[in-house]
């Protein structure tokens, strides 16, 4: 099992968009998957109608303290058939109790707005920063709706420009996953829910598994299909 968090401090809409599109994904490719969010004040759960998604789907109120890891290990523990776990994590339920644990793979999504890739480079020293004396791996950013031709190198000047104010270097390309191919998506716009039910497109609901493939791909991840042709 290996768990998602999808985090940052970019729009609310950029980041529960990317983990709803994750978890699509992610279950195209034949893997039982769970989306949990994280809500805070004011906030009701995304996905809350009948039969809400085709992956099983939880939420937690994060308005007094966030839950802390082991309580949504637990929760995870009673889902025996869970191969991958999406978090929607909000900034305002993340501690330094999340980025420790290491199972868990943190995810920035960089949205194409200049102020969100700054945001984005500015999350990626914060967390870096917080996981050095642990000697844990650093997060992953994971750009959605750029061009699917973009490599993770091409990220750097885009980086570079967007934090030469902040005196921060771009985060290494080697945490950059390459794009997955929804460039008309607009992850900016409220998310793709009706009635408390997830509804995408055929057309980005197809391209939510090339995401998918490419993060496990990026990671190296242990959940990644082996082709029919592998021997």
Not at 53 to 76: G, L, V, Y
Not at 99 to 127: K, M, Q, S, W, Y
Request: hydrophobic share 45%; proline share 10%.
């Amino acid at each position: 099992m290996e768990v998602f968090l999808i985090t940052g401090s970019n729009a609310s809409s950029i980041r529960t968009n990317t983990s709803l599109l994750v978890a699509f994904g992610l279950r195209l490719l034949g893997l039982e998957t769970v989306h949990i969010q994280l809500t805070g004040r004011d906030e009701q759960p995304i996905l809350r109608g009948e039969m809400p998604a085709p992956f099983a789907t939880a939420w937690f109120s994060a308005i007094e303290r966030p839950p802390s890891s082991a309580a949504i290990w637990d929760w995870i523990g009673q889902s025996a058939t869970a191969e991958a776990v999406v978090i929607d994590l909000g900034v305002s339920a993340f501690e330094h109790g999340w980025i420790a644990d290491p199972v868990f793979r943190i995810l920035l999504p960089l949205a194409t707005g200049e102020a969100d890739v700054e945001r984005v480079g500015r999350d990626f020293h914060a967390i870096a920063a917080a996981l050095v004396p642990s000697g844990l791996v650093l997060p992953w950013i994971l750009p959605v709706g750029w061009p699917p031709v973009m490599e993770p190198s091409d990220f750097k000047p885009v980086l570079d420009r967007a934090l030469t104010r902040s005196g921060l270097p771009a985060p290494p390309s080697d945490r950059v996953i390459p794009p997955g191919g929804i460039s008309t998506f607009e992850v900016r716009s409220a998310p793709p829910v009706v009635d408390g039910r997830i509804s995408l497109s055929p057309k980005v609901a197809t391209a939510t598994e090339g995401i998918a493939y490419g993060m496990l791909k990026a990671m190296g991840s242990s959940l990644l299909p082996v082709p029919d042709d592998a021997f």
